[in-house]
């Protein structure tokens, strides 16, 4: 009896190997039923008693021992502190290109300036002909755009300029807005072109605009982006979009001005195109040139981004090598 009652077993196994000891049918409780017939008719009734008890009890033992094994707790599950803090789950890098244009619309946003957006998929007309280009620009041209072929009107922006003219033609001035955003053009792909790539345009455009308003501008966003000992200077060029029109270079911010490989030893490298927004611009887009004026000027992220960190590549940007991506993550 005491042997029964405190059975143990390491596993189920063990339990197995316990019932079929006691309990099966070539068990030692079923031997003793096989004698128990044999056994004289007065001492039956309490040996029968005391047969039944010892079955109950290795019954009652074989399975409590078999619940207690298959709710234990298992051997992980023993190991495991769960008054742990949690594993931190690696956090992902931000992309280059959208750190440096967040960078750049905040910059912008302490001015005043607010985000618009406009589609990639454009019309001639937003693109092109409201920005005062001429019918036969080489822009125009299937080898520097991309048309949709059933509809040449239907094409991919090559410029953010496209949302300047978006929103003259839908809000009245003051505007003040940045356009960040996706273009496209149609170059063959090497490390210093893309068929697609990032700008960041923004336009100004209210009573009394001037060129100094311009230029103030820019030295502001030069100085947040580059630091504050950073000069610029404008040179003059030509947009169909802007009359008087200049591209800006900024003191250059690897040998800080004094020449070398990067800045082609003239101490200055080139970051953006500018100008005074063309009075037939604003005209086409519904807003009174005499009474307004504006200024416009559109950045390559690419271009700011490479400034900043050196990618040599431009392919890196698009290629979502983890081992380059994650190399940012200190940058947020
Ligand atoms: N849209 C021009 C480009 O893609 C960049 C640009 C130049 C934008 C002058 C402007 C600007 O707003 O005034 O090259």
Redesign the pocket.
């Given at each position: 009896m005491a042997e029964i009652a405190n059975a143990s077993a390491p596993d189920l196994k063990g339990v197995e190997e316990l019932r079929i000891k006691y309990l099966s049918k070539k068990g030692e409780i079923s031997a003793l039923m096989q004698e128990f017939r044999t056994v004289a008719a007065d001492q039956k009734r309490e040996l029968g008693q005391r047969l039944n008890e010892l079955k109950n009890l290795a019954t009652d033992r074989i399975n409590a021992l078999r619940e207690q094994l298959e709710n234990a707790p298992s051997a992980s599950e023993l190991s495991a502190d769960l008054s742990r803090t949690a594993a931190p789950l690696p956090l992902g890098a931000r992309h280059p290109l959208s750190l440096v244009r967040d960078e750049i619309v905040s910059i912008f946003s302490r001015l005043g300036f607010t985000i618009a957006e406009g589609p990639e998929i454009e019309d001639d007309w937003h693109v092109f002909s409201s920005l005062n280009f001429a019918d036969d620009h080489p822009a125009r041209d299937m080898q520097d755009t991309f048309f949709i072929q059933r509809n040449p009107d239907i094409l991919l922006r090559t410029?953010t300029?496209s949302v300047q003219s978006r929103v003259m033609e839908t809000s009245r001035p003051p505007i003040r807005i940045i356009c960040p955003g996706r273009v496209y053009r149609n170059e063959a792909i090497s490390a210093r072109a893309h068929c697609f790539f990032h700008?960041v345009?923004a336009l100004y455009v209210d009573e009394n605009v001037s060129y100094a308003d311009l230029r103030q501008t820019l030295l502001y966003f030069a100085r947040e982006m580059f630091g504050a000992d950073t000069k610029i200077r404008l040179r003059p060029s030509y947009?169909p979009?802007?009359e008087p029109?200049a591209e800006m270079d900024i003191s250059c911010n690897i040998c800080g001005g004094k020449g070398c490989a990067f800045c082609k030893h003239t101490g200055w490298v080139e970051i953006l195109?500018?100008?005074m927004v063309d009075p037939n611009v604003l005209e086409a887009c519904g807003i009174d040139s005499k009474k307004y004026s504006g200024f416009?000027?559109?950045m390559g992220v690419e271009r700011i981004t490479n400034l900043k960190y050196r990618v040599k590549d431009l392919r890196m940007f698009s290629e979502n090598d983890r081992r380059f991506l994650n190399q940012f993550q200190a940058a947020h």
């Open positions: 410029h300029s700008q345009e947009f979009f802007t029109s195109g500018c100008g416009a000027l559109g």
